[in-house]
């Protein structure tokens, strides 16, 4: 009996310890970023890569499809050793490896919609060495990230300065409008009351 109540303590004990943290392997598959055609929680390309345009991010996950064959909402080795192929860069074995691991943050050897997005981040900070399948990637899917993304800033940390601001300003053009309409309304109201009395007055 009291082995019993020993082991129900124990299993207790064990269920009260913390799960993985975020930041570990296990946090990051059990929070969960959604690829293209993955079931888990959706990220906000959009909302975490400023510094792309939503036309680049549409064609990020236009290529990002086009290689994911088996619809899974990842790019494995063999997916990823045919986009190599099909760009015209081989690589070896090791290489795809390689290519992977420098961005696989889940470290499940394989890259999600998010991951492969980074690959750009890199390319477009400078980040990537240019003998490396990353920036071959990069530089062969047609997918310009110099201009338009990082709207021709020296580096990234300039580039995502430069995104806030653009940020801000759009929504300093929003809130002008708003104005302008609520301005406009008011103007209107008082045509409307003016015309009104005028109405009374000639009735009169």
């Known amino acids: 009996?009291?082995?019993a109540a020993e082991e129900l303590e124990g299993r207790r004990g064990r269920g009260s310890q913390p799960g993985p943290g975020p930041g570990s392997p296990a946090g990051v598959r059990a929070g969960g970023e959604c690829s293209p055609g993955g079931g888990r929680r959706v990220f906000s390309p959009a909302g975490e890569f400023?510094?792309?345009?939503?036309r680049q991010l549409r064609d990020m996950e236009k290529l990002f499809r086009q290689y994911d064959a088996g619809k899974d909402g990842f790019i494995d080795l063999?997916?990823?050793?045919?986009m190599m192929e099909k760009l015209g860069a081989p690589q070896t074995h090791l290489g795809l490896k390689n290519m992977i691991k420098e961005v696989d943050e889940d470290l499940d050897s394989k890259l999600s919609f998010r991951e492969f997005l980074l690959i750009f981040r890199k390319a477009a900070a400078g980040e990537l060495q240019e003998d490396s399948g990353l920036h071959a990637l990069a530089r062969l899917s047609e997918i310009d990230v110099s201009?338009?993304?990082?709207?021709?800033?020296?580096?990234f940390f300039e580039a995502k300065v430069q995104a806030i601001h653009d940020a801000s300003r759009?929504?300093?053009?929003i809130k002008a409008e708003q104005e302008e309409k609520k301005k406009q309304a008011e103007?209107?109201?008082?045509?409307?009351?003016?015309?009104?009395?005028?109405?009374?007055t000639f009735k009169q």
């Open 1 to 3: 009996m009291a082995a």
């Open 50 to 54: 400023r510094e792309f345009s939503r």
């Open 170 to 173: 759009f929504e300093e053009e």
């Open 187 to 200: 103007e209107l109201k008082q045509r409307k009351a003016a015309f009104k009395e005028l109405q009374s």
């Open 78 to 82: 063999m997916e990823l050793k045919l």
């Open 147 to 155: 201009t338009e993304g990082v709207k021709g800033a020296k580096n």
